[in-house]
């Protein structure tokens, strides 16, 4: 056992298990040819509006191409400001950057890791077009308090749920809780695919429409091009990887959810590991399964050292970022986030995980965080 390398993230086991399918729908695209647009691609957009609850959706290139094309829908430029955590994977505020606007950063909760919504009004000004809060490790954050902020002072809500897809919050799914929902395929997220893809969600038919055209170049027909866009599809072979993978997530989500409960029942009893918080209307979809520890540096060394993977999600906030630090706006102090970014910890997290390994992960965790 000992021998046995553990996965942080084990995309080969998924494989074995799925082999039939995804090899016949790879082979389907071989067959047909129609790599770019073809019939799988309006499949699974069919087939994933559906599973968040309906409205419109359009797959894209990538994450960061989703919230991309997000914030260029809504016209998002030069002097605007969007409103979102610095405690992120930098694609957050590398869009709002890259269509000339100004990131602008509000602490997150201490537990949950996400954006505090009770601090988000103080940091609306004049230029403040959007909210784009992060559902993170794939828990949303208060979509509720947001959205009714949002509707106050009139902005759009980019919820960023590249970690969240197949999550919930008041039984409602991920993706479909604001104006514009944006989410990953990346192969280690939990709906992957095996290289970049992204979808975007929305019940505005206008926005999907504008949305799909800014995805080929702008495109209202071949040729005719009535707005700057991108290239940004996803291809035809990776939309078949995620169909294939889409027939087993439910089962996936479960799984993901007794491992996580696993591992906080067995961390419940330490008082030098402190176990992810899930808040009670909401379900994750479990990206990572993220720890807080102190000594952290020490407890790495030794549980790589005995082969367990772990991860950091994330050891710098954006705002300490040197392409972030002179380009965004602080609002308030970013204390959480910078608490935080020393702590967090994550964990081998995924539906193949047996209950052997876990166990040997939780007491090499155990031993090691009370010996640091
Ligand atoms: C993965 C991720 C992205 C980017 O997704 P890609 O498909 O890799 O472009 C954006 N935001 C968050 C929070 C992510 O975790």
């Given at each position: 056992m000992s021998n046995t390398p553990i996965d942080f993230i084990d995309l080969k086991s998924q494989y074995r298990e799925l082999k039939t399918s995804i090899?016949?729908?790879?082979?389907?695209?071989?067959?047909?040819?129609?790599?770019?647009?073809?019939?799988?691609?309006?499949?699974?957009?069919?087939?994933?509006?559906?599973?968040v609850g309906g409205g419109e959706c359009i797959t894209v290139a990538s994450g960061t191409e989703a919230l991309l094309i997000a914030l260029m829908v809504l016209g998002i430029k030069n002097g605007d400001e969007v409103i979102t955590s610095p405690y992120t994977f930098a694609a957050t505020a590398e869009v709002v950057a890259l269509v000339g606007a100004t990131p602008v950063f509000v602490d997150v909760e201490p537990d949950t890791c996400n954006i505090d919504a009770r601090l988000i009004e103080a940091a609306i000004t004049k230029r403040t077009r959007a909210i784009m809060p992060v559902s993170l490790y794939g828990q949303a954050p208060d979509m509720d308090d947001i959205n009714t902020i949002a509707g106050k002072h009139n902005l759009a809500v980019i919820d960023d749920a590249a970690q969240s897809f197949g999550g919930t919050y008041k039984d409602?799914?991920?993706?479909?809780?604001?104006?514009?929902?944006?989410?990953?395929?990346?192969?280690?997220?939990?709906?992957?695919c095996y290289g970049d893809g992204g979808a975007i969600f929305t019940k505005d038919a206008a926005l999907a429409k504008a949305m799909r055209e800014i995805r080929v170049h702008g495109q209202e027909r071949r040729y005719h091009h009535t707005r700057v866009g991108?290239?940004?599809?996803?291809?035809?072979?990776?939309?078949?990887?995620?169909?294939?993978?889409?027939?087993?997530?439910d089962w996936e989500l479960t799984r993901r959810e007794e491992i996580a409960q696993r591992y906080i029942r067995s961390l419940s009893g330490s008082n030098v590991v402190t176990p992810p918080v899930i808040r009670s209307d909401r379900t994750s979809a479990w990206?990572?399964?993220?720890?807080?520890?102190?000594?952290?540096?020490?407890?790495?060394?030794?549980?790589?050292?005995?082969?367990?993977?772990?991860?950091?999600?994330?050891?710098?906030?954006?705002?300490?970022?040197?392409?972030?630090?002179?380009?965004?706006?602080?609002?308030?102090?970013?204390?959480?986030?910078?608490?935080?970014?020393?702590?967090?910890?994550?964990?081998p997290m995924h539906p193949y995980l047996s209950e052997v390994t876990q166990d040997m992960i939780v007491s090499r965790l155990l031993t090691s965080a009370v010996s640091a």
């Amino acid at each position: 056992m000992s021998n046995t390398p553990i996965d942080f993230i084990d995309l080969k086991s998924q494989y074995r298990e799925l082999k039939t399918s995804i090899d016949h729908r790879i082979q389907a695209v071989l067959d047909h040819g129609q790599y770019i647009m073809g019939p799988e691609v309006g499949e699974l957009e069919d087939k994933l509006a559906a599973f968040v609850g309906g409205g419109e959706c359009i797959t894209v290139a990538s994450g960061t191409e989703a919230l991309l094309i997000a914030l260029m829908v809504l016209g998002i430029k030069n002097g605007d400001e969007v409103i979102t955590s610095p405690y992120t994977f930098a694609a957050t505020a590398e869009v709002v950057a890259l269509v000339g606007a100004t990131p602008v950063f509000v602490d997150v909760e201490p537990d949950t890791c996400n954006i505090d919504a009770r601090l988000i009004e103080a940091a609306i000004t004049k230029r403040t077009r959007a909210i784009m809060p992060v559902s993170l490790y794939g828990q949303a954050p208060d979509m509720d308090d947001i959205n009714t902020i949002a509707g106050k002072h009139n902005l759009a809500v980019i919820d960023d749920a590249a970690q969240s897809f197949g999550g919930t919050y008041k039984d409602r799914r991920s993706c479909s809780l604001s104006t514009i929902g944006c989410t990953s395929f990346f192969p280690s997220k939990p709906l992957g695919c095996y290289g970049d893809g992204g979808a975007i969600f929305t019940k505005d038919a206008a926005l999907a429409k504008a949305m799909r055209e800014i995805r080929v170049h702008g495109q209202e027909r071949r040729y005719h091009h009535t707005r700057v866009g991108v290239g940004g599809r996803m291809d035809s072979i990776q939309c078949a990887v995620v169909l294939a993978k889409l027939e087993r997530f439910d089962w996936e989500l479960t799984r993901r959810e007794e491992i996580a409960q696993r591992y906080i029942r067995s961390l419940s009893g330490s008082n030098v590991v402190t176990p992810p918080v899930i808040r009670s209307d909401r379900t994750s979809a479990w990206a990572q399964f993220t720890v807080q520890v102190e000594r952290r540096d020490q407890i790495i060394k030794s549980l790589n050292d005995t082969g367990v993977p772990t991860a950091i999600h994330y050891p710098v906030p954006l705002h300490l970022q040197p392409a972030y630090r002179d380009i965004c706006r602080v609002s308030g102090n970013l204390v959480n986030s910078e608490h935080i970014a020393g702590r967090v910890l994550s964990l081998p997290m995924h539906p193949y995980l047996s209950e052997v390994t876990q166990d040997m992960i939780v007491s090499r965790l155990l031993t090691s965080a009370v010996s640091a």
